[in-house]
């Protein structure tokens, strides 16, 4: 976008010399006077009567008298506007062709209904035959949108011309029972099920400030009798793929978008990926809503699952999102009532046994990696932050959540467990909390399990089952839960059995494996690029995470996010040193660090 000041545009017009541009506001004052619209009727019953075509300056005359200027603009304006009269014959023949063809497909649905109607119960077209062919599957959903307050514009016109050609009222009502008749929907339809408008909620969306696939989102509010209701909203890209589609099957061979520090490999293709499908501030989005009503110890009370259309109202970074925490802002007490929802629920979670494994996360940008010498950004990101948090526990209730949804409906589902460990947690307990006794924690669990039929408990979350469904955009295996309960709130049987989504998730897992390597090999080398560019001799905080043999010690540099070994003199797990590095040679893969031992009698 580019600012001008008047002064520097110079106005060409035909005829006129040195044309002021200061008289442009006098002559539109002037015009308002002379756009009559009656006018056009008039021109149009004499014009009509010698059936030939004029210009605007011969019609100006008609009208006016006159062909100039100002006349010929008034003339100019009124036939732009005008869609009843005066009309090119292109166009009126292009509408003509449109509403013609458009009154058949119309008149073509309408046989079909009637068809469909007058057939026994037993008899009539299954759903799925509904939805074969485009112009036919378009009206349908029409009908469907109507009959669920669901529907846009163009939506509500089409259906409510289809009531009216079937002779039935305009009404949301006379729809749903119009489907019922010709069998696109069971008697006993719940209407629950089909998408609502939540696009008043007040929706944060919180990311990595990188992020380009924003998959989910969330909302809550406190109910009267002082219980929380949170709704977690995830984007619905199984409104543009279906199972079996090409589309699908890549998604599946790639099992996962792969973040890079130089670049992104997005599951679907980029287009998909980060426009249509991501959910995207300010506008109305399709999505998949799981909302939870806890009680006041943060169990679950009640959820429901359901297709929804939002409008994001914040995209935030954790940053910002942690800023607005601690701002403690009155007009954002939704925001309060999430970080109130999460802190019952990881209480809530502790007392059924969850086990802390949260870590520090080296995340890096490199803005220009085909330079010599590119920009590197490090970021190091703490699962203590308040929002990073916030966000953790409200994606572990989805999954909870989901779970019992498809436990209570008997729906294969890829099912996720991890067995309580055979070394109780608390023994380590001595360790400081964060890093040092997460890294314990980790190193005794067992492996994690997964089932297709029914829910797992998972130890490690304290939960007593969990989907993954919160990053369809990104992870196949989220993406296969959604087509599983989309079939499901559609009324459909599922698309895949248990024996289905075992297969599927084993090949996405292969690839997944793949990635992360692919993602950690990219990780350690912009990480030892970034440590040969520092200061010769730079300090950095490490803490020990456990000693591998005799005093080698295995470090996590604190401001990295990075583990490394060295000989180390004194301390035990849970302190901090300090170290300096020797070595980082990226390309051969080579790191050293050295402990720095401070001189006790100096420092003192």
């Not at 890549?250 to 287009?271: V, Y």
């Given at each position: 976008?580019?600012?001008?000041?008047?002064?520097?545009?110079?106005?060409?017009?035909?005829g006129i010399m040195n044309f002021d541009y200061s008289k442009i506001d006098e002559f539109l004052e002037k015009t308002q006077n002379l756009l009559d619209p009656t006018i056009l009727e008039?021109?149009?019953?004499?014009?009509?009567?010698?059936?030939?075509?004029?210009?605007?300056?011969?019609?100006?005359?008609?009208?006016?008298?006159?062909?100039?200027?100002?006349?010929?603009?008034?003339?100019?304006?009124?036939?732009?506007?005008?869609?009843?009269?005066?009309?090119?014959?292109?166009?009126?023949?292009?509408?003509?062709?449109?509403?013609?063809?458009?009154?058949?497909?119309?008149?073509?649905f309408v046989h079909l209904l009637k068809s469909a109607k007058a057939l026994p119960m037993e008899s009539k077209p299954p759903k799925a035959s509904w939805l074969v062919e485009e112009k036919?599957?378009?009206?349908?959903?029409?009908?469907?949108?109507?009959?669920?307050?669901?529907?846009?514009?163009?939506?509500?016109?089409?259906?409510?011309?289809?009531?009216?050609?079937?002779?039935?009222?305009?009404?949301?009502?006379?729809?749903?029972?119009?489907?019922?008749?010709?069998?696109?929907?069971?008697?006993?339809?719940?209407?629950?099920?089909?998408?609502?408008?939540?696009?008043?909620?007040?929706?944060?969306?919180?990311?990595?400030?990188?992020?380009?696939?924003?998959?989910?989102?969330?909302?809550?509010?406190?109910?009267?009798?002082?219980?929380?209701?949170?709704?977690?909203?995830?984007?619905?890209?199984?409104?543009?793929?279906?199972?079996?589609?090409?589309?699908?099957?890549?998604?599946?061979?790639?099992?996962?978008?792969?973040?890079?520090?130089?670049?992104?490999?997005?599951?679907?293709?980029?287009?998909?990926?980060?426009?249509?499908?991501?959910?995207?501030?300010?506008?109305?989005?399709?999505?998949?809503?799981?909302?939870?009503?806890?009680?006041?110890?943060?169990?679950?009370?009640?959820?429901?699952?359901?297709?929804?259309?939002?409008?994001?109202?914040?995209?935030?970074?954790?940053?910002?999102?942690?800023?607005?925490?601690?701002?403690?802002?009155?007009?954002?007490?939704?925001?309060?009532?999430?970080?109130?929802?999460?802190?019952?629920?990881?209480?809530?979670?502790?007392?059924?046994?969850?086990?802390?494994?949260?870590?520090?996360?080296?995340?890096?940008?490199?803005?220009?990696?085909?330079?010599?010498?590119?920009?590197?950004?490090?970021?190091?990101?703490?699962?203590?932050?308040?929002?990073?948090?916030?966000?953790?526990?409200?994606?572990?209730?989805?999954?909870?959540?989901?779970?019992?949804?498809?436990?209570?409906?008997?729906?294969?589902?890829?099912?996720?467990?991890?067995?309580?460990?055979?070394?109780?947690?608390?023994?380590?307990?001595?360790?400081?909390?964060?890093?040092?006794?997460?890294?314990?924690?980790?190193?005794?669990?067992?492996?994690?399990?997964?089932?297709?039929?029914?829910?797992?408990?998972?130890?490690?979350?304290?939960?007593?089952?969990?989907?993954?469904?919160?990053?369809?955009?990104?992870?196949?295996?989220?993406?296969?839960?959604?087509?599983?309960?989309?079939?499901?709130?559609?009324?459909?049987?599922?698309?895949?059995?248990?024996?289905?989504?075992?297969?599927?998730?084993?090949?996405?897992?292969?690839?997944?494996?793949?990635?992360?390597?692919?993602?950690?090999?990219?990780?350690?080398?912009?990480?030892?690029?970034?440590?040969?560019?520092?200061?010769?001799?730079?300090?950095?905080?490490?803490?020990?995470?456990?000693?591998?043999?005799?005093?080698?010690?295995?470090?996590?540099?604190v401001e990295v996010g990075m583990q490394v070994t060295t000989t180390i003199s004194r301390g035990k797990v849970g302190d901090q040193v300090s170290v300096t590095v020797e070595t980082a040679?990226?390309?051969?893969?080579?790191?050293?660090?050295?402990?720095?031992?401070?001189?006790?009698?100096?420092?003192?």
């Amino acid at each position: 976008m580019s600012s001008i000041k008047p002064q520097q545009v110079t106005y060409v017009v035909p005829g006129i010399m040195n044309f002021d541009y200061s008289k442009i506001d006098e002559f539109l004052e002037k015009t308002q006077n002379l756009l009559d619209p009656t006018i056009l009727e008039c021109a149009w019953m004499e014009l009509s009567e010698k059936d030939k075509s004029i210009t605007v300056e011969e019609f100006a005359e008609i009208v006016y008298g006159t062909k100039e200027s100002l006349e010929s603009y008034c003339a100019h304006l009124l036939l732009s506007r005008d869609v009843v009269y005066f009309v090119k014959v292109e166009e009126l023949l292009r509408r003509k062709l449109a509403k013609e063809a458009a009154d058949k497909e119309l008149e073509e649905f309408v046989h079909l209904l009637k068809s469909a109607k007058a057939l026994p119960m037993e008899s009539k077209p299954p759903k799925a035959s509904w939805l074969v062919e485009e112009k036919v599957r378009q009206k349908i959903e029409s009908l469907q949108a109507y009959a669920v307050d669901a529907c846009d514009d163009e939506q509500r016109r089409l259906a409510g011309n289809i009531l009216k050609a079937m002779g039935f009222t305009r009404t949301s009502s006379a729809a749903l029972k119009l489907l019922i008749n010709v069998g696109y929907f069971p008697v006993h339809v719940n209407l629950d099920l089909f998408r609502k408008d939540l696009s008043t909620l007040k929706v944060y969306a919180i990311d990595v400030d990188e992020a380009d696939e924003l998959d989910d989102a969330l909302s809550a509010t406190r109910l009267p009798d002082g219980r929380i209701k949170v709704w977690i909203h995830v984007a619905d890209p199984t409104c543009l793929v279906k199972p079996h589609s090409i589309i699908d099957r890549e998604a599946m061979h790639r099992g996962t978008s792969i973040f890079l520090p130089t670049t992104t490999f997005p599951m679907f293709p980029e287009r998909l990926a980060m426009n249509s499908m991501s959910l995207q501030q300010g506008k109305e989005c399709k999505s998949v809503t799981v909302s939870v009503i806890l009680n006041l110890d943060g169990s679950i009370a009640e959820y429901t699952l359901e297709n929804s259309v939002i409008k994001p109202t914040y995209m935030l970074t954790y940053e910002s999102a942690t800023e607005l925490l601690y701002m403690n802002l009155e007009e954002e007490e939704e925001l309060r009532i999430l970080q109130e929802a999460a802190r019952i629920r990881e209480q809530w979670r502790r007392s059924q046994g969850s086990i802390d494994t949260a870590m520090i996360e080296p995340r890096i940008k490199v803005s220009n990696p085909d330079d010599p010498e590119p920009n590197i950004n490090l970021y190091v990101e703490d699962q203590a932050n308040p929002a990073m948090q916030l966000v953790s526990e409200m994606m572990i209730l989805c999954g909870e959540a989901v779970a019992a949804f498809g436990f209570d409906n008997n729906l294969p589902l890829p099912y996720r467990g991890h067995p309580q460990s055979n070394t109780a947690v608390s023994v380590f307990s001595h360790l400081p909390e964060g890093p040092a006794r997460s890294f314990a924690n980790i190193s005794v669990l067992r492996a994690a399990e997964m089932d297709f039929q029914k829910p797992v408990p998972h130890g490690v979350l304290g939960i007593p089952g969990y989907v993954q469904f919160t990053s369809p955009i990104r992870r196949y295996v989220d993406l296969l839960a959604h087509y599983q309960v989309k079939a499901f709130l559609r009324g459909d049987s599922p698309p895949y059995s248990a024996g289905d989504l075992e297969g599927m998730t084993f090949i996405a897992s292969m690839h997944v494996k793949v990635a992360r390597r692919l993602h950690s090999n990219s990780l350690r080398y912009w990480l030892l690029e970034y440590l040969r560019r520092q200061p010769k001799g730079r300090k950095y905080r490490a803490l020990i995470l456990k000693f591998v043999k005799d005093r080698m010690g295995a470090l996590l540099l604190v401001e990295v996010g990075m583990q490394v070994t060295t000989t180390i003199s004194r301390g035990k797990v849970g302190d901090q040193v300090s170290v300096t590095v020797e070595t980082a040679h990226p390309r051969d893969d080579i790191l050293s660090v050295r402990e720095v031992v401070e001189d006790t009698k100096d420092s003192e």
